[in-house]
């Protein structure tokens, strides 16, 4: 759907995305990356407001730039915050659903949808100036999801919502991303990772990785995995047990005596290896989870390790 | 989308208590020197002349161009509203055009209503019609050509404003007292050719001896309108061509 090939992007001197080559198709990807990653120059790439310096973008197998064919079959929702101040909220959006190629007969209905869709229908005839910065968010994503696009680009979509609104996003982004294609940039982790596993990694204008959260952790072997076991008071017993193990590394006891953490280089073995082991001595497990298989993680390692 | 629907949006959107005063305050520059002149008890030829020429053709019209079709593109970048646009389907020409179309529209409406109440003011109930249907053309020709020239300076600067307001107060004015046809690199030359009207400020210029020496050749009507014509169907051109291919991105967003 959205295919890449060696694209790169330069601001005179200044490097917006270089070199970059991958393919995405449906279902959710996260955008991940730092400030000046080149998240929003990828996305205006794709979207069709920026040209490559080198090499291709397709979006649908087409050159994106100015494209109405394009543009009919994608939403798009702005980093930016910024409206035509003076209309309503209900008059934008109405606005950008006829703009969207809507037919005028149909403009009224799929715009009170949209409104109630996120939540923004009893502040319909506010004006944009006058609504919370939450509000705004919600009327730009109603904005680029109006026209049911196959393809959805959202520039951090989830800043200014309450705690609420980020779930109220979040299932409705999950929802939609059952049978379209969904770009999601965020610079909050958490947030993707709770929407999708999978990612495209930018740093410094360049593909870092790109695919499955576990996949690539994987891949990172020179960073071990930490795993934290917690246990009743046999913790020194499964400590000692632990570390006889080929795929163990190290293991180090908490404080309380209960909680290990457990190096290893080989995740899944050990995952097998454990289960063994606490079944043939019966030490009770309270719980255990990797730290490391979480996008933070491999942010980290990725980025700075 | 179709032109109209874009049309009116922008029409509308003028509409909004923001830009009214400063259009109404716009729309009384012309009967406000004619109220002026009168007062200072000039006849109301004098008057008339000297508020079309320094309140309208001078003044709101070129303000009124510069605000709106200088507009186009840039209130858009630095209003960052851009990316809704362009990425729509919506061809960029027709984005263009029909804001185009709003803007001179407004330029029109408040030009004309600014003359005609100029002229009320000054005759009263004699207004000379012919005269009056003359300046109101004349009026609607400057502001489609200069609304092309400051809508094509839209697409190609982040601050058309102020080359437009350079070249409307400063290179229209002096460029009529440059000896020889210079003068035909104004566009105000040819609108004063149309519609000619005594100018009350005049005093001798310091370019006098020169411009005796170098007399300009007259230009007739036709050559006016044809030129005025063609600098506007040029600008426009260049100008759709520029926003069709060019990307529009805020100023903090492109560097």
């Known amino acids: 759907m959205i295919e890449l090939e060696r694209a790169s992007r330069w601001y005179g001197q200044v490097i917006g995305v270089n070199d970059v080559s991958v393919s995405i198709g449906p279902g959710i990807t996260g955008l991940l990356g730092e400030n000046g990653a080149g998240k929003s120059t990828l996305i205006k790439l794709i979207t069709g407001q920026l040209k490559p310096t080198t090499g291709a973008v397709r979006v649908f197998g087409e050159n994106p730039f100015a494209n109405t064919e394009v543009f009919r079959r994608l939403g798009y929702c702005p980093e930016t915050d910024s409206f035509y101040e003076s209309m309503t909220c209900e008059e934008f959006l109405r606005l950008m659903v006829r703009m969207a190629g809507i037919p005028k007969s149909e403009v009224a209905s799929i715009t009170e949808r949209n409104l109630s869709r996120v939540g923004m229908l009893e502040h319909r005839r506010r004006k944009l100036a006058a609504c919370s910065k939450g509000m705004r968010q919600r009327i730009k994503i109603a904005q680029a999801i109006a026209h049911e696009p196959e393809l959805l680009i959202l520039d951090e979509p989830m800043n200014g919502l309450d705690p609420l609104g980020r779930k109220e996003m979040g299932d409705l982004l999950s929802e939609l991303g059952q049978d379209r294609t969904i770009i999601v940039s965020s610079h909050i982790l958490y947030e993707v990772e709770a929407l999708t596993r999978r990612i495209l990694l930018l740093h410094r204008g360049r593909l870092l990785a790109y695919g499955d959260v576990r996949q690539i952790r994987d891949l990172i072997d020179r960073h071990p995995h930490k795993v934290l076991v917690e246990t009743t008071d046999r913790g020194r017993e499964l400590a000692t047990k632990l570390i006889e193990l080929a795929s163990v590394l190290s293991v180090r006891i908490e404080e309380d005596g209960k909680r290990l953490i457990v190096e290893t280089a080989k995740p899944d073995e050990f995952y097998t290896n454990l289960a063994q082991t606490v079944l043939a001595h019966q030490i009770p497990v309270r719980t255990f989870y990797s730290q490391d298989n979480n996008l933070e993680a491999v942010f980290r390692y990725l980025v700075k390790g | ?255």
């Open chain 2, 1 to 255: 989308m179709s032109l109209p629907e874009i049309v009116l949006w922008y029409l509308k959107d003028s509409l909004t208590s923001r830009r009214l005063l400063p259009a109404a305050l716009l729309l009384a520059i012309g009967p406000a020197f004619a109220l002026l002149f009168i007062t200072f008890g000039f006849e109301p030829t004098e008057a008339y002349d000297g508020s079309v020429q320094l309140g309208i053709f001078s003044g709101s019209l070129l303000l009124l161009t510069i605000a709106h079709a200088g507009g186009i593109v840039t209130n858009e970048v630095t209003g960052r509203t851009i990316s809704f646009l362009l990425t729509r389907p919506v061809p960029r020409w027709k984005l263009f055009l029909g804001k185009w179309i709003g803007a001179v529209t407004v330029t029109v409406l408040i030009s004309l209503g600014s003359c005609i109440l100029t002229a009320v003011i000054c005759y009263g109930a004699d207004v000379p019609a012919n005269m009056l249907r003359r300046d109101l053309l004349v009026l609607t020709a400057g502001a489609i050509t200069y609304s092309s020239l400051f809508a094509l300076l839209s697409t190609l600067s982040k601050r058309p404003w102020i080359i437009a307001a350079v070249f409307a107060f400063f290179w229209e004015s002096w460029v009529a007292y440059v000896p020889g046809d210079f003068r035909r690199l104004s566009v105000m030359t040819y609108l004063k050719q149309l519609s000619p009207h005594a100018d009350l400020t005049q005093t001798e210029s310091a370019f006098a001896p020169l411009q005796e020496a170098f007399q300009a050749t007259p230009i007739d009507p036709m050559t006016c309108w044809n030129t005025l014509a063609v600098l506007t169907l040029v600008s426009l051109v260049i100008a759709v061509a520029i926003f069709s291919s060019a990307e529009f991105l805020p100023a903090e967003e492109s560097a």
